[in-house]
Every structure is written in structure tokens, then in C-alpha cells.
């Protein structure tokens, strides 16, 4: 089945370290996001990558960064200097430019991260 | 700066009562809107999309939603509500980039 798994799906860590979460797609998506979801906030953007080799920031960044080497993952790294990493976060896809050249940005998502720093 | 406004945060009906979310975002420009619903324990899927043409836009489920450019708004409806429809909802807008911003969702519980 084509889909985006991430895993794993509960997370704990300790203060101060670094964790990194991964998300894989098979969908053939060249465009892939992170969000995090904080209850009451909804869904907050916090990099996306339009190809492979190529990301942006997105509205909080500070404290997280991202890697993608492969079309298929975007793995997500939650550094010590982010200040509140508690949080679930959810990776997403979708097909990037459709045939017309447009931006297509219908999102497919994947279970999503619990992380929990102690 | 661009946001999108859910006017609800929870919504509590009984089966077959009519539902109606209001979601507004302020951006001028043309839009692509979306409402997507995260089903407990699920994950977050497109309900249904609005790119261009018809503004009364008919998703999965029996759901549908309007959009009305001189409001602003994109408000999701549907005639009669189900104790599976019971989830989060959340409205989305896209600019035309790749940066979609989300609203806050509506927890929606409905009872049997």
C-alpha cells in the first residue's frame, strides 16, 4: 500500500539531547513537510522541502532541522535548543507540481510522533 | 499575516442534527482550500478541496462546503451528522506556494 509511515510512533527522550524522527513516503511525492500539532494551535509548518536536496523553513524552525537526501524520506531532528520539544508531529506529502505546473499541495499525512522530553 | 480562523473549538450534537463549521482566512489573493479530518486514532486525510470553479465543493461522506470569496470563508456542512463522524476537523489554505496554514481544528462529538 502507498502511504507515509512514521516511526516511531511514541518517543522519549531526556532533556538536552537530540532526537531525530523519520518519515518515509512511497507515494512518489517530490514535496514533503513537517508539522507539529499542539492542541488548540492546529497544525504548524516546520520545514518543508519542495525536492530532494532542497528544504525551507517553515513558521518555527528555531530549534529543529531536517535532511533530504532521498525523495522517499525527510527525516526531522528536534535539537536540544528547541525549548519545548513536547509535542506530536506529523510528516506529509503531497505531489508537488502538477501537470499544469501549479503548485499541488494536497497533503497526505502520515500517523505522526508523539515525542515526550523528561 | 495570513490565518485561518475555525470558529468553534468543540461542537457537541446528536445523530441526524445538521452541521455547519465555520472557517474564514485572511489572505486576498486567490486560494486553494481544503478540509481535512484526523478520525480518533487515524490519520489526518482530505475530506474534500476547493481549487477553482464551482464553490460549493462536495467531499467524501456526505460532507460538502462553500466557498465565499467576499467573506472570506469556507465553511463545511452536512445535512444530517453520524456517530462515525465524531473527529477533528481542521480547515486549511493554501497561498500558491508550498506553505499551507492551518487553522486550530474543531473536536466534534457526536452522540449516539
Known amino acids: 500500500d502507498g502511504g507515509i509511515t512514521q516511526s516511531p510512533k511514541y518517543l522519549f527522550r531526556k532533556e538536552g539531547q537530540n532526537v531525530t524522527l523519520s518519515c518515509e513516503q512511497n507515494l512518489n511525492h517530490d514535496a514533503m513537510y513537517w508539522y507539529r500539532q499542539d492542541p488548540g494551535q492546529g497544525l504548524r509548518l516546520i520545514y518543508y522541502s519542495q525536492i530532494v536536496n532542497d528544504f525551507q523553513k517553515g513558521d518555527i524552525a528555531e530549534g529543529y532541522s531536517v535532511s533530504r537526501e532521498k525523495k522517499e524520506s525527510f527525516p526531522l531532528t528536534v535539537t536540544s535548543a528547541q525549548k519545548n520539544p513536547t509535542a506530536f508531529y506529523l510528516c506529509?506529502?503531497?505531489?508537488?507540481?502538477?501537470?499544469?505546473?501549479?503548485?499541488?499541495?494536497?497533503?497526505?499525512f502520515g500517523q505522526g510522533t508523539r515525542l515526550t522530553v523528561v | 499575516a495570513q490565518s485561518v480562523s475555525q470558529h468553534n473549538h468543540h461542537v457537541i450534537l446528536s445523530e441526524a442534527a445538521s452541521l455547519e463549521l465555520g472557517c474564514n482566512y485572511s489572505y486576498g489573493g486567490t486560494v486553494n482550500l481544503f478540509w481535512y479530518v484526523q478520525y480518533p486514532g487515524q490519520h489526518l486525510q482530505l475530506l474534500l478541496k476547493y481549487f477553482s470553479g464551482d464553490p460549493l465543493v462536495k467531499g467524501i461522506k456526505g460532507f460538502e462546503a462553500e466557498f465565499i470569496k467576499s467573506k472570506f470563508s469556507f465553511n463545511l456542512r452536512k445535512p444530517s451528522v453520524q456517530w462515525s463522524d465524531t473527529a477533528e476537523y481542521f480547515c486549511a489554505v493554501n497561498t500558491g506556494g508550498f506553505k499551507t496554514i492551518f487553522g486550530a481544528g474543531t473536536r466534534l462529538f457526536v452522540k449516539a
Open positions: 506529509a506529502s503531497s505531489i508537488g507540481r502538477s501537470k499544469s505546473g501549479l503548485a499541488d499541495t494536497e497533503a497526505f
